[in-house]
């Protein structure tokens, strides 16, 4: 255990300055094998995972983290992904400093065990390999689920209750899956094809989406009732802007964040 202390934690590679100032492809690369299973060696496998409770979604983190020491990868990401379906998202953008990295035992003599990026790794290495697989299709309950917004909240419902046997339907406002991860965050931060996939992956686990149709305007609340809904998840988010109420502000070519963050993501201006 002494020795697991004193090996630093492995640092993410990066795209070189000089080439990442004339691209806008994604800046940290990832771990390669090697270096993920060096970071997992950190792990002290505590008996009582405090890292654990720091995880929103509970997340058994010390079990897929031997995983990767025992560089059994798949099982790795199989057994993140009982409790999330969007890892390669989470493992990318999650804050792990505020929530499972701030309460890991080692970093309170050193750093913390790089959590986020093993999950990264786990979940971009079943990706690359071309072994995405599906938890085998559960019993239907009968119940009809409709999930307003297919932001990481609405994809991450939706997943859930499809692995529990619902039949879900998500409306899309916009013509696109995603939410913030793709019309938000920008290329560099979380490349829109990883977002893609595991959209892709909440779909094959039975989950129907509906893009181009706001809810409000095509349906409303009651009607999807009506049409036989059982429950309705509304996972809209925040995006409507608060405006300063200073003079200007209506102006052409004066954007609210979100909407100039939507032009320059949606509309490909990150090319
Ligand atoms: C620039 C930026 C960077 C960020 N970076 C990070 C980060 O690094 N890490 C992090 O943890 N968080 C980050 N966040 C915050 C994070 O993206 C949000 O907390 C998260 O996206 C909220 O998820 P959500 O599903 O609730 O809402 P959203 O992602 O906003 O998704 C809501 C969805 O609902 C749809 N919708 C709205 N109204 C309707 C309707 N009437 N009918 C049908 N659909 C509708 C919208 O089109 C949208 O797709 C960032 C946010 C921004 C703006
Ligand atoms: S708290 Fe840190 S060292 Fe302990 S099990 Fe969790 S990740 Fe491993």
Known sequence: MAERVKIPR??????NPQERG????EVALGYTEEQAVTEATRCLQCKKPFCKDGCPVEIDIPEFIAFIKEKKFIDAINKIKEKNSLPAVCGRVCPQEIQCEKLCV???KGEPVAIGRLERFAADYERLQGKIKTPKKP???GKKI????AGPAGLSVAGDLAKMGHSMTIFEALHKAGGVLVYGIPEFRLPKAIVESEVDYVKKLGVEIKTS?????LFT???LFEQGYNAVFIGTGA??????????????GVYSANEFLTRANLMKAYF
Do not use: H, R
Request: hydrophobic letters at 40%.
């Open 106 to 108: 080692t970093g309170k």
């Open 239 to 252: 995006g409507l802007p608060v405006f300063m109420g200073i003079p200007g502000e209506n102006l052409n």
């Open 146 to 149: 409709a999930v307003i917004g």
């Open 213 to 217: 149709a706001v809810i409000g305007k």
């Open 22 to 25: 004339k691209n806008f492809s």
């Open 221 to 223: 609340i009651d009607e």
């Open 10 to 15: 492995v640092k993410m590679p990066e795209q």
């Open 139 to 141: 019993k239907s309950t």
